[in-house]
């Protein structure tokens, strides 16, 4: 086994430091007492955090952001199981078309996505409408439950259905007690990562939201045009924070590496 | 006697309900908008009718839309080239580490890939701002403060800090299929480090580099809130172009046919990709 040398280690240190220092400062400069953007250097404060929930557009925003991918994860996994199983057990004619059209949302641009449900949103008389908004984030997020549930499918031993049926089981059960429980963890991980998807999305939410469907990234977006103070760090911290919570169940659900990277 | 696993109806009807739902909200609207943007539009009413070509035609010739392009193309390639010589040695570096060192690393490079972009580019915008910690050191060196926000640099800073896990994944990818021993034997044969590297590893890893490379590219082509965040209002990218057209100058099938443009050319990357890297596994194999 080769180690790295002490180029590489250096590369490396300065490759995390890199990645790290947009979250570190925002995460920092939110605790600031000052009215500026500035590093915290006399003591800390949750001044901006207390802002954040008095403010009634970013609650409001979060409150859209929460709701919407919660709604937009879950109902994707709905539609995402039986979809997989299709593809992955059945050769049938339109097997091919269905799987791109179903991972076309990974190449389409969001800004293109975005552009185009407005014209359909406004041609249907749908626009601001948040039931019309879960429907487009279910779409950019399926791809992402479809890979993992594809891959999960796949790998699983198909003898162990057969042993049911064999004992009698019908199909429901078979389904209920055999085929779900071994998908499980596919069916979590992408759930949670269809969620976070769901949550930042904001290049084609732009285009579809109103005043009252505003989600929290097009919130951000809004406001960090305007006007900046540390209000919106305090934001960001927050969101960081989320993040990290899905991120850290993400990886004891499914493997972060094996989300990420992937197997196929 | 046992019995055959009985079969459900048809797998037609399993994926009969996403399949309706990417028909109505993905095919739909983009026909939709490819019609839209051979549409004419009157500026004064705002109404749009009638069948032209002029839309494309402003866009292919119009000096200012052309110069829009060219930025996006050059920040898009520099974005991608950056990622490669951050992102290839990054990755190899990644997996000659050994574990726990190796999954904590790991996370920390792909990780901020789920934080909101508008949060990632709040904090360039932070960084490299006048009171920022960057314009601090370089005060501190005698450099004097610079100007750093709102250049095509800044943007392209922050896209490279978007877009390295994309170019680490692949690479990351196809370096764990790679056999250790092959490398070991060519410095056992008394190849130099150096001439391991690039005659052994990089031709292996190649294909995931161009993997990489393309889909760091279309990504960055494509990017939205950095530009809109860091290029201010005078960088204009393809993406704020749309945007602008749409929200502000509402003239929609000017922007339908920008957004057209911008879709074709990521198809053609995208599926030359798929050519290129199906094309080198099909060598491999024959």
């Known amino acids: 086994m080769t180690r790295n040398g002490p180029i590489a280690l250096i590369f490396h240190s300065l490759v995390v430091l890199f990645m790290l220092a947009p979250l570190a400062i925002v995460c920092l400069v939110a605790f600031t007492p000052e009215n500026t953007l500035s590093l915290p250097t006399r003591g800390l404060s949750l001044r901006w955090f207390e802002a954040v929930f008095r403010h009634p557009d970013f609650v409001q925003s979060f409150w859209n952001s929460l709701w919407l991918a919660l709604l937009s994860a879950t109902l994707a996994v709905v539609l995402a199981v039986p979809a997989a199983l299709a593809i992955t057990r059945w050769e049938f004619r339109g097997r091919g078309f269905l799987n791109a059209l179903f991972l076309s949302p990974l190449i389409i641009p969001h ?32 791809p992402y439950v479809m890979r993992l549930l594809i891959a999960a499918i796949t790998g699983f031993d198909r003898s162990v259905e057969q042993a049911a049926y064999s004992l009698g089981a019908s199909e ?93 | 006697m046992s019995a055959a696993p009985a079969r459900l109806p048809t797998p037609l009807i399993l994926s009969a309900p996403a399949a309706l739902l990417f028909g109505a909200l ?35 010739s119009d000096s200012y839309y052309l110069e829009i392009f060219l930025r996006t193309f050059r920040v898009a390639a520099l974005a991608t080239a950056i990622c490669v010589v951050i992102g290839v040695p990054e990755a190899y570096i ?20 789920l934080v909101s972009v508008v949060v990632r580019a709040f904090g360039w ?33 922050a896209l490279v800090h978007v877009m390295l896990p994309f170019m680490v ?22 190849a130099s480090r150096a001439t391991a590297i ?20 279309g990504l960055s082509a494509s990017a939205f809130a950095i530009p809109g965040l860091l290029g201010g ?26 957004a057209v443009l911008l879709l074709a050319a990521n198809l053609i990357v995208m599926l030359t990709y798929h050519r290129v890297v199906e094309g080198h596994y099909r060598r491999r194999l024959g």
């Open chain 1, 111 to 142: 800004l293109v996505l975005g552009v185009a449900m407005l014209r359909l949103f406004a041609l249907v008389g749908a626009t601001g409408s948040f039931g019309w908004l879960v429907a487009a984030h279910i779409v950019i997020v399926t």
């Open chain 2, 26 to 60: 993905i095919l739909t609207p983009l026909v939709l908008t490819a019609l839209l943007s051979f549409n004419e539009f009157e500026h004064a009413t705002g109404r749009t009718h009638g069948f032209t070509v002029a839309h494309y035609a402003s866009v292919l």
């Open chain 2, 169 to 190: 994944i692949p690479v990351w990818t196809s370096l764990q299929k790679l056999d250790p021993a092959v490398e070991q034997a060519a410095l056992s044969f008394g």
């Open chain 1, 172 to 264: 429901a059960t078979v389904f209920r007690r055999v085929t779900l429980p071994m998908i499980l963890p596919g069916v979590t991980g992408g759930w949670l990562i269809a969620f976070i998807n769901s949550f930042d999305e904001l290049t084609m939410s732009i285009f579809i939201t109103s005043p009252s469907t505003v989600t929290l990234p097009v919130r951000m977006y809004m406001y960090a045009t305007e006007s900046i103070d540390p209000m919106m760090a305090a934001v960001s911290a927050i969101i960081v924070g989320i993040t990290a919570v899905a991120v850290l169940l993400l990886d004891r659900v499914y493997g972060l590496d094996r989300i990420l990277v992937g197997q196929h």
């Open chain 2, 94 to 113: 990644l997996s000659r580490m050994r574990n726990p060192w190796r999954s904590v690393f790991l996370l920390v490079v792909l990780a901020p890939l």
């Open chain 2, 198 to 217: 690039v005659r052994v590893v990089a031709p292996q890893i190649l294909p995931g580099i161009l993997s990489g490379s393309l889909i760091v590219f």
């Open chain 2, 233 to 258: 209002r005078r960088l204009k990218m393809v993406a704020t172009i749309v945007y602008d057209q749409y929200l502000s100058d509402l003239n929609w099938p000017m922007g339908a046919a920008v």
């Open chain 2, 125 to 157: 915008s932070m960084l490299l701002g006048p009171e920022g910690p960057v314009n601090a050191a370089l005060m501190a060196l005698g450099f004097g403060r610079m100007r750093l926000l709102y250049s095509e640099g800044t943007v392209i800073v």
